[in-house]
Each structure stands twice: as C-alpha cells, then as structure tokens.
C-alpha cells in the first residue's frame, strides 16, 4: 500500500488499485505491474491504445502520442495510464529503487 495526501493505492500480486481525489479517474483505477514501463507503454499504444498525459489540475488529456509522453516518476516507481482502443483507461507501474 502507499499513501500520499492526493493518491492511495492498494496491491494484491501483480494488480493495484490506485484511488485519487484528483479528477483523473471518476473511479478505481487498476495499475498492472511491467517489468519495462517504456516498453509496455509503447506496446499499448501500437495496440490502438492513446497516450494521457496529466494536465496542472491533475486532469488527464491526450498526449501527443511519444513513447515518452505520459510516463511519470512517482516515489518507488515509474507510472502511465492509457485509453485503451475500447475506452477502458490502463494503468501500469513499474517498480524502481529509490535512491535518496
């Protein structure tokens, strides 16, 4: 689990729910875990999936479709949310070490 003022997020194996007071997702959003963030992310959108990117206020928008677009840096992990081609948004992370 991991618990900022805006973000919470619960895991159960490879699946993590991520929920958000910031306008982004008006419900639960399921973040898989990838070995490769990048390389997942690029095969999403060669799917048909469209890249998101978030604006100041938190609110996602269509990026302009890089491989890097979209791709954040949180505490402990690397994170990105598509549209898939059917509308569903998709969230993947993946887990990096923290060098403080």
Same mark, same amino acid.
């Given at each position: ?9 619960? !895991? ?17 959003? +399921? ?8 390389? @997942?992310?690029?095969?999403? *959108? @060669? ?8 604006? @100041?206020?938190? *609110? ?11 791709? +954040?840096? @949180? ?5 990105? +949310?598509?549209? !898939? ?10 887990? +990096?070490? *923290?060098?403080?």
């Amino acid at each position: 689990m991991y618990q900022s003022a805006d973000y919470a997020t619960f !895991a159960d194996g490879g699946v993590e729910i991520g929920l958000s007071r910031l306008p982004w997702a008006d419900y639960p959003l +399921v973040f898989f875990k990838v070995d490769d963030v990048e390389k @997942a992310h690029g095969e999403l *959108v @060669a799917s048909g999936a469209t890249v998101l990117v978030q604006d @100041a206020e938190g *609110v996602l928008h269509p990026g302009d479709g890089t491989a890097s677009a979209g791709i +954040v840096n @949180a505490p402990g992990r690397r994170l990105a +949310v598509v549209k !898939a081609a059917d509308g569903n948004l998709v969230g993947i992370a993946q887990d +990096v070490s *923290v060098s403080w």
